[in-house]
């Protein structure tokens, strides 16, 4: 399975964007894909998620409200579209996907088999 990331870019603060991930190979509509980030210096963290055929949706704190993660099935693609970013949302977006993870170990980035090679999000003041 490969993961393909697009959409990031510069954008000031109060802008949006939105980014891609696409998938190819073994679909995985039964299990899960998100998005995290990794500012410099920084450990990554965990921004948003997509699971199941039902396709339940999970957020960590700074992105509720002004994050939306979406999934296309049919293309095998998830989206995050990110409104009112802030200069602290500057950080390289990666996406990923697992085939069996469970909703308590959603957020960890341990849980993801499948990697997207990230994408450059810059948010200017």
């Known amino acids: 399975v490969q993961l393909q990331a697009s959409g990031g870019g510069l954008v000031q603060a109060g802008g949006s964007l939105r980014l891609a991930c696409t998938t190819s190979?073994?679909?995985?509509?039964?299990?899960?894909m998100a998005w995290f980030r990794q500012a410099p210096g920084k450990e990554r963290e965990f921004v948003a998620a997509v699971k199941g055929r039902g396709g339940a949706t999970f957020y960590a704190d700074f992105a509720k409200g002004r994050f939306t993660i979406s999934r296309d099935t049919a293309a095998n693609t998830i989206y995050l579209q990110m409104n009112s970013l802030k200069p602290e949302d500057t950080a390289v977006y990666y996406c990923?996907?697992?085939?069996?993870?469970?909703?308590?170990?959603?957020?960890?980035?341990?849980?993801?088999?499948?990697w997207g090679q990230g994408t450059q999000v810059t948010v200017s003041s």
């Open positions: 990923a996907a697992g085939p069996r993870i469970i909703n308590t170990s959603i957020r960890q980035d341990w849980s993801y088999d499948y």
């Open positions: 190979g073994r679909t995985l509509n039964t299990g899960a």
